[in-house]
């Protein structure tokens, strides 16, 4: 198989998680409407779906590490596929959230395509492959939440999900024709079932606590239980893995300066931008007697997103140019951008063409430090260990952008209004620079190391 023909096929395979995403947001008050249920109880098809996704990452990713992951991919994209017919036809809520849980494995198709891509692409192409599949889900959701405006104002929310059936069906039959079949030789690894549902559950239980905090109290006695019970379950787990002869993760990889640096932008960097990106969302389509709305109607409200799709292909691009050897630079350079502009937002943010700008700086910076980290990441760990690696990656952007949009959520449940827009966005920006700050300490420290 000719790498010119895997790669694009890998990008299309990967761009099924943005099309999944960006069914979330603008369709909730849509389907609240139409299947009679609260805006609030609407918002757990963005909750069922994000536990799911943090849950089957690093067990898919662990499991592509080894044998037949192109038919894993194939049946991942299989039961997405499923998911989305399910929330298309769906006849009432129930059964709608069922197929919102098949398509949380939307989450997992980025980590094994990295897997693919580093086993079949010649060396020289990886590094680039591995940062132009990284930032797809970002450049995916400029096209895909313009697209779920469109076809929700047309027509209604399910056209947006059979959209979404279709787009899956044809990347089964690309992945299908396209991936290879060979596989690495050797014997197989073992499973580690203990780890696997010790870090599911510690998962589970934590992103149900910060999501669901602001509706149960956040010191309710269900909420203080679910953090409890996650912390037990986190730590039973790392304790697991460092023992273990073949964790799900390994941890004392994990533990490298490189490695340990990328996760921990990707759970700070995570929070920022989907507290920046929610608050956008509503700034956009709240109508002006809010104070704080500008009035765009669905029709027009999921294109504030393309300029994000744009920013971060060029920043892709830059990585790409720059080479290898900037892959540690750009993350505190794109952690900068995405702090500017939480910072903008949070200063100005009454006219559209400031969200606009906002947004394209967004995803300048999410496609420089986004591309960047899995990079680091399989650069510094054994090829049998990319897909859990990466997948880490994914899942603690996962767990950064729920606690962002938590805390986001929590603020305008408890200051309506324009104060707690003006409180959000300053929280977001706060948190930004923070994270900026912190990087460009380690790049300063390590300068000083190197040259001493």
């Not at 002869?245 to 004392?252: F, G, M």
């Amino acid at each position: 198989m000719k790498p010119v023909r895997l790669l694009p096929a890998l990008v299309y395979a990967a761009m099924t998680t943005s099309i999944v995403s960006s069914l979330g947001m603008l369709l909730v008050p849509s389907i609240a409407d139409d299947m009679h249920v609260t805006v609030g109880a609407a918002q757990w098809m963005l909750t069922v779906n994000l536990l799911v996704g943090a849950v089957s990452t690093p067990v898919i990713g662990r499991l592509s590490d080894g044998h037949h992951t192109r038919r894993i991919l194939l049946f991942s994209l299989a039961v997405i596929l499923a998911g989305s017919i399910v929330c298309a036809a769906a006849p009432t809520f129930e059964v709608f959230l069922i197929g919102r849980a098949l398509q949380g494995l939307s989450y997992a198709t980025v980590p094994i395509t990295i897997v693919l891509a580093r086993r079949h692409l010649r060396p020289e192409q990886v590094d680039a492959s591995i940062s132009t599949l990284s930032v797809t889900v970002a450049t995916g959701l400029g096209v895909g939440y313009p697209l779920t405006g469109v076809l929700a104002s047309l027509f209604d929310y399910r056209a947006a999900f059979w959209f979404a059936a279709v787009f899956v069906a044809t990347a089964l039959v690309i992945v299908w024709r396209a991936v290879p079949t060979t596989e690495p030789s050797g014997p197989p690894r073992t499973f580690d079932v203990v780890g696997a549902v010790l870090l599911s559950v510690g998962l589970a239980t934590l992103l149900t606590g910060v999501s669901q905090g602001s509706t149960w109290g956040w010191t309710a006695s269900g909420t203080v239980g679910m953090f409890i019970a996650s912390a037990a379950a986190l730590m039973g787990w790392a304790t697991v893995e460092v023992r273990s002869p073949d964790p799900l993760i390994d941890l004392r990889v994990i533990r490298t300066p490189e490695v340990f640096l990328a996760n921990a932008t990707a759970i700070g960097l995570g929070a920022t931008l989907y507290m920046s990106l929610s608050i956008a969302s509503i700034i956009a389509q709240a109508p002006q007697a809010t104070g704080y709305g500008i009035g765009l109607p669905l029709f027009w409200a999921g294109f504030v997103m393309l300029p994000l799709s744009a920013g971060s292909l060029i920043g892709n691009r830059l990585v790409r140019r720059l080479g290898p050897e900037s892959m540690t630079a750009m993350l505190p350079a794109g952690s900068s951008l995405m702090a500017i502009s939480a910072v903008m937002l949070f200063l100005t943010n009454d006219h559209l063409w400031q969200v606009l700008l906002g947004m394209a700086l967004f995803g300048l910076g999410m496609g420089s430090a986004y591309a960047a980290m899995p990079t680091l990441v399989a650069r510094n760990v054994a090829t049998t260990q990319v897909g859990s690696a990466v997948s880490f990656n994914q899942v603690l952007r996962t767990v950064g952008g729920a606690v962002g949009s938590a805390v986001a959520g929590a603020i305008l449940v408890a200051h309506p209004g324009p104060e707690g827009i003006d409180v959000a966005l300053g929280v977001s920006a706060a948190g930004g620079t923070i994270v900026f700050v912190a990087l460009l300490a380690n790049q300063l420290r390590s300068r000083r190391r190197a040259h001493s």
